[in-house]
């Protein structure tokens, strides 16, 4: 908190509010209205929450006009291309880069933890065989708080470290269990010998019948991707781990209402819509002029998926990031060239029509997303999973962040009421 202040007057009064402001180590100050309501009887409104900040947090920084994604202070380009994902997960959990020996204790303790109660897969295999995966994740993760009935006190520091690092582990396996079910392949179980992202790709796509062994061009796209999709401030779906957590909700049933909002088509599932999008382009041999005029045309509610950012009004780094990888693995590994080809020319189109550079809605990091999931032979029900997985070392990062916080407390949000007023029921 600062010594500064500010001064808000109500004309119609002439009473003033002063308020504090408070300032973080870099980007906007915020002035603190707790007691503008007290002091003046005024509320701030706000839909979306775009221009309010719903706590204060060291996690991540994102600067939209400038393009700039940090992890604890770290750019987003530079862990892409030099770490880890599960460097990344210790770095968003802990504050600090792991050294040698901590970094070795962490995959350790990770691979530790990757394998589900039998009964979990019993329960996932009660679902339709065609059930969307983020039906069958969101379910699964709230169900895993019946298994861990001995840490799921969210006051015990080391339940809340135990109950992270069980998530952590644990959603490739899920994940790889919603697509085996909907292929009604066996599930695969995991591999401690395998890194993290190996791992997932091999409970994916190992069969019994055959060995299975992922290129290193696969492996290295699919760790990049989890690195660029592990957090990003208080998106929709982190808003929501913190709201639901602010009620004492245990961890599971916090991440798993997390998930229920990543399903979004407007949030994580954009990734699934692009691809929706590029398919039928190519498929109805509809022009990119026209699917352009669709999206700037007000009264059909079409929009480009993959455009745009609540924040970012400049490039979102991690599509610039996510580009590079998807041009190097369609060269290396082959893939949906024509697809990645129309990609390019609508994001070229895009960048060179003034209502998208009024609005200033550049690709963000579903853009090119989905075209990498696809060349790795992930299925498109299964790229919001995608995120929803890598995304959940931020989800925990941030839930563990609002429980160690001085000033934390149940989020109850106000309203400005426009129903009617006091009416007495007929005859009453
Ligand atoms: C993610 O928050 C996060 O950090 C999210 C995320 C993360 O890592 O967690 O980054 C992941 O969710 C990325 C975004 C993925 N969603 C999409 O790609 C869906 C398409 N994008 C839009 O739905 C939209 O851009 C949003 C939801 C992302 C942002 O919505 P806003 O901030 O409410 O944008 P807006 O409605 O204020 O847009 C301003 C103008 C409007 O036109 P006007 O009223 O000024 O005439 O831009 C237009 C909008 O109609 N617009 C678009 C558009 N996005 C905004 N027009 C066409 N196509 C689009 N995609």
């Given at each position: ?119 979990i897969g019993?329960f996932m295999q009660g679902f339709r065989y065609d059930a969307h995966p983020m039906a069958m994740l969101s379910a699964t993760v709230a169900a895993l ?26 959603m490739?396996?899920l994940a790889s269990y919603c697509y085996k079910h909907y292929r ?53 779906s982190?808003?929501t ?11 599971f049933a916090?991440i798993a209402a997390g998930i229920a909002c990543l399903w979004g088509p407007?949030h994580g599932g954009?990734n699934e819509a ?105 299925p498109m029900n299964m790229f919001t999973a995608m995120f929803a997985m890598?995304?959940t ?36």
């Amino acid at each position: 908190m600062s010594s500064k202040t500010v001064t808000v007057t109500d004309p119609a009064s002439g009473n003033t509010a002063e308020l504090p402001v408070v300032e973080g180590t870099v980007g906007n100050n915020a002035i603190d209205v707790r007691t503008l309501a007290k002091q003046s009887g005024y509320f701030t409104y706000d839909p979306g929450f775009a221009a309010t900040a719903s706590c204060s947090s060291a996690i991540t920084y994102i600067d939209g006009e400038q393009g700039i994604l940090l992890h604890r202070g770290y750019p987003i380009e530079q862990l892409a291309s030099k770490s880890s994902y599960l460097e990344v997960c210790y770095l968003l959990l802990n504050g600090e880069l792991p050294n040698s020996t901590e970094s070795d204790d962490f995959e350790n303790i990770i691979k530790n933890h990757t394998m589900v109660h039998e009964n979990i897969g019993r329960f996932m295999q009660g679902f339709r065989y065609d059930a969307h995966p983020m039906a069958m994740l969101s379910a699964t993760v709230a169900a895993l708080a019946s298994f861990y009935h001995d840490s799921i006190d969210i006051n015990d520091p080391e339940h809340r470290q135990i109950t992270a690092h069980r998530l952590i582990a644990k959603m490739p396996t899920l994940a790889s269990y919603c697509y085996k079910h909907y292929r009604g392949q066996p599930f695969v179980y995991p591999r401690n010998n395998l890194s993290y992202t190996e791992n997932f790709l091999h409970l994916m796509f190992a069969v019994p019948a055959e060995e299975y062994s992922p290129s290193p061009a696969a492996i290295r796209a699919m760790e990049t991707l989890l690195i660029l999709h592990a957090d990003h401030e208080q998106n929709a779906s982190t808003s929501t781990v913190r709201l639901a957590g602010s009620s004492g909700a245990n961890p599971f049933a916090s991440i798993a209402a997390g998930i229920a909002c990543l399903w979004g088509p407007a949030h994580g599932g954009a990734n699934e819509a692009v691809m929706n999008m590029l398919d039928d382009i190519m498929e109805t041999g509809e022009t990119i002029e026209s699917t352009i005029a669709r999206a700037k045309d007000k009264n059909d509610p079409f929009r480009l998926m993959g455009f745009g950012h609540r924040v970012y009004k400049n490039y979102d780094p991690r599509a610039t990031c996510i580009q590079g990888v998807c041009h190097d693995l369609l060269d290396e590994l082959g893939g949906d060239q024509p697809l990645f080809q129309l990609a390019r020319e609508l994001e070229e189109a895009v960048l060179a029509d003034d209502y998208f550079k009024e609005r200033k809605l550049f690709p963000n990091v579903d853009f090119y997303s989905g075209i990498i999931l696809r060349a790795l032979n992930i299925p498109m029900n299964m790229f919001t999973a995608m995120f929803a997985m890598a995304r959940t070392v931020g989800w925990i990062a941030h839930w563990q962040e609002m429980h160690t916080d001085p000033h934390f407390r149940i989020g109850r949000p106000q309203q400005i009421y426009t129903g009617p007023t006091r009416r007495d029921y007929p005859g009453a």
